[in-house]
């Protein structure tokens, strides 16, 4: 008969022992039963945070259900062992049922410590640990206006972000007289809560939280130095504590400010009783990051099985992004008044950089170091400190970038082959060397047969560096390819198609690809053949996206928005009439849009061509909101209304907006245009900036906001209006031609050789010879625009497009909605 | 209960994309591949439970036919309705067959 192993625990270090006992349990000799107390099995708490994104608990799935069947691993959820009774090797469960064990691993992980502040038990203070903590915060959040979260530590900084996301007033209260004070130094928490503070959450340092008051639910939060917070909710994040409670309750050792006590093979005093992760007490340390737990999982599986294997305490350097600022230390960052070591510091107040290292001074080796704002040379340094190498004679040149933008793929290079690069499952640069020469090309392949970045994620670009370098020393050509039906990468496609007289996917696929195709080659094919032939994409059948198929944008219901161009944002009173009557006739939701237009939502399919008809024959046409295009050109009222313009820059956002509309491109593009330097458009965080000088116009190109906001560079300045747009035609058909695709200009310009210089030399002196191609292309594309709703409206064939079901002419009558702020929203 | 129910027309039809028919109150999602190879599976994404896998592209991976969810880009076989991501769900799969220019499906 097998033997019992039970996993009391189902986290991640609960499943990652799972997953390591069952790879090296290769006689099978045991059964594995898992009990974990919340209703759904083991997710990644360390991407906790982004739930709120999505909202979705499977998207923090580590693995399903069925995993854990398919492997003959027995999980029992939503049950909590309550009790142990070593001697009979038993425990009982909550749910009444006692069943044996042979060996019981501990993963039971930790609470989230609440300070004895009078008045915690009210409504509306929460802690932040479990999917339901984050659920609860959002729903309690809907009713209220401010937050505060007591803790500064990373976990506070976490969910002070994700307050303020949520539209609270957020104020981040810490104890200590710094945030983060067990990685970062004073000052170094200086700049952090500078950069905080511009994020809109207020911090308040040396700050101890006394009591919490209101009737029922919390009103205020009162500090031992007698001031006070007007406030309706709080998260508490100070600190995390083993929940050891079990183990304590059947005389397992544990230590005097608790913890299980274990020794370098995870044994607890109970030789058949493991204990890991947070609820484990090793060398009189607990460790709360996921890359030791996984350490400790690993050690005990391979101790159970009789190998030889240990757990001699971890490093606990990390590197994070917090409030999207970048934040890293790296060994014993916060070390001060150390005579044998010394120190390399830069402070860049200006852009929110600071970064430190400690180095011995004897040996010359990295004891420790810390990063905020930037910690681009994270991986580079945690390899110093790791393999004690020695640092260069003047190391300060490996914290500051220097002009000729050292790459970190230098850095790479000089590694030993023992160096650990992924830290959550151990895997080294040499396995990682291995893995390409046994034929891995992407780092998809990597993490499948090394399992390397599979854990935090943050060694991924590392590995692809390793991954490169090594693919091109072995003389190998790094994979470029679309997808699994062309070989091409998006650049070489197209120049191979502009050769070629291709005019459908069909015969795109049949001459240059293999298969059917797929959503990726799809809808490259159709973007590529409509930005240099512009036949819309309306003739292009079914190798688009639902959006440019449907010329709107699905919605999370399935119906869609309408959003008509509005150049410029300018719109006269007449036009704004006939969008509000077609928004209270057909009761769609209004909103101003992101880019100074208007859009009607929830229309179902039936109604988009109605709609359209009515909106073109009162003088509107397509907005492309739908499309990898130019969505609009954000402009001020500039000269013609300021005091302060300088030039007439909605003039100049309508001729933007008219000249590039229509043309289809790698990624969406987005212009603004500012009548002078106060720059009310934001033209400096759009792909194309243009802001009036008293001597004409300086252009700025390549920024974005999104996920990785950027600023746009300057490109040329005080040019005229004539030559504004010739430089902007030949970069953007430059990008068109050279980008990858769902490739932003902010991205392209970061990657391509050369980066702005080139790119001057190619728009400004034209070394390449090419701008008048590019200007030629350009103008095709003006010279060819059509609205494409219009065309839709009128040709019958496409207009039967606009059908829910093929068999009956009623509409979807499932889509319902409810009511919110006196508009439609769709039903939850 | 099982017998072949009539949903539409092959006139209606356009090569390599989806349909949605409504047969006794269910939406089926109908593709084809060059009007030759065809499919019926649930239309509602089990993801967020919205009837919409009919506007998905269709195309293949590994050689296994497939859809992909225009909200959020979940895939799934078109042969078995599998999740090809390793995700916990499948589709509902019905058989079709076209007779006739008339396209029907049955299993509902």
Redesign the interface.
Known sequence: MKKKCVVVGNGMVGLKYVKELLEKDTEKEYEIIVYGEEVRPAYDRVQLTSFFN?L?P?DLEIE????YSDNGVTLKTSEKVIALDRSAKTLTTDQGTTSIYDTLILATGSYPFVPPIQGKDKQGVFVYRTIEDLQNIRSYSVTSKSAVVIGGGLLGLEAAKALIDLGMETHVIEFASRLMPNQIDDQGSKVLVEKIETLGARVHLNKASQSIEGKDSVEKIVFTDGTELMVDMIVVSAGIRPRDELAKQSGISIGERGGIIVDDTLKTNDPNVYAIGECALHNNFIYGLVAPGYQMATAAAATLLGEKASFEGADMSTKLKLMGVDVASIGASTLVDDPDVTTVEILNSYEGVYKKLIIDKESQTLRGAVFVGDASEYGQLLQYYKNDMQLPPSPIQLIVKGVEGDSEGAGVTALPDAAQICSCENISKGNIIDAVQDGATTVGTIKKCTKAGTGCGSCVSLIKDIMDHEIQKSGGVVDTALC??FSYSRVALRDTMQQGSFSSF?EVITALGT?????V???TVASILASYQNPTLLEQ???????D??LAN?Q???TYSIIPRIAGGEITAAMLGVLAEIGQEYDLYTKITGAQRIGLYGATVEQLPVIWERLIDAGFETGQAYAKSLRAVKSCVGQAWCRYGVGDSTQLAIDLENRYKGLRTPHKIKMGVSGCARECAEAQGKDFGIIATENGWNLYVCGNGGMKPQHAVLFAADIDRDLVLDYIDRIIMYYVRTADRLERTATWLNKLPGGLEHLKDVVIHDILGINGELEEEMKFSIDTFRCEWKESIENTKIR?RFK?????DVT?N??SFSEVRGQIQPAQ | MSDWI???ALV??????G?????NGK?IA?FN?DLERWYAVQNTCP??N???LS?????????E??V?C????NQFSLENGVSLE???WVLETYEIKIDDEIIYVKGL
């Open positions: 999505t979705d499977l399903s259900s069925s995993w699994e039906h069909k298969g059917d195709g797929c959503e080659c799809k809808t059948q079914n190798v688009q996206e639902t959006n198929y449907y699905i999370k219901n399935g039967q829910t079901f093929i068999n009956s979807d499932d889509i | 009539q949903v539409g209606d039809a356009q090569p390599n994309a349909m949605c028919a409504k047969v939406h109908i591949f993801h967020d919205r009837s919409v506007r998905g592209i269709i195309g293949d991976s590994a050689h036919p497939k992909v225009p909200l959020h880009k390793d995700k916990d």
